[in-house]
């Protein structure tokens, strides 16, 4: 049984994916940054467990050697952590350097500390999966106003198309999906009700299907690039957004 780990399951997404690559037969290992969040979604799923600050290298491997150990090498990567850290809308002046640097550590530092240490692992086995997950906003300007969070997804995109050039010859691809608006957590239904009424009338009516996005849409998206369907494509990235894009 393949091993496949997914980073960022408090978000609702993360723990999504976990669920449906259980579903398709992977040995399912999770992770996130310690606290409660990460244990109460931990012990929901029920998936062997892992804590780590993913945006610090050495925590990082230790993290992958413990996997190892105790699972196996993981032949899937999803890299479901990020966000915007509990951030908000600010004006560039008074963004601080700690905000800005918090935001790439969760969406960037995470997702290339994590390859930087796996890949040798799938390189040994003739293949992998990596699979990011970007934004809507990675490709256009976000609608959540924070500069760090737009900034940040667009440098994950740029990230997954070098390391499909780079990991390509060695039997590993590296793709990227880009939610629309998904009702995942706490932040993202706050800045749902921050809209107001005609605000959501006016979101909703800009994506072709007529309704949000669900976690299992971007699941489901996941499905497909992490499983054997997916063996020729790479570099890519798949807008799951109901046609907004």
Known sequence: MSV???????????????????????????????????????????????????????NVARLVDAVITEQGAPEVLINAAGGVCGQTRQPLDEVSEEDW?????????????LAQVLVPKMRALGSGRIVTISSGAGLRPSLTGIQAYTASKHALIGLTRQLALELGPQGITVNSIAPGFVLSNDATRRQWESYGEDGQKALVERIHLRRLGQPEDIANAASFLAGQDAGWITGQVLCVDGGQS
């Open 101 to 113: 640097r918090r935001v790439f550590a969760a969406n960037i530092d995470s997702a290339f500390f």
């Open 4 to 58: 496949a780990l997914v980073s960022g399951i408090c978000g609702g997404i993360g723990a999504a994916i976990a669920r449906r690559l259980s579903r398709d037969g992977f040995q399912v290992v999770v992770t996130d940054r310690p606290g409660e969040a990460f244990e109460q979604a931990a012990a929901e799923l029920g998936f062997p467990a892992f804590e780590a600050d993913l945006g610090n290298k050495s």
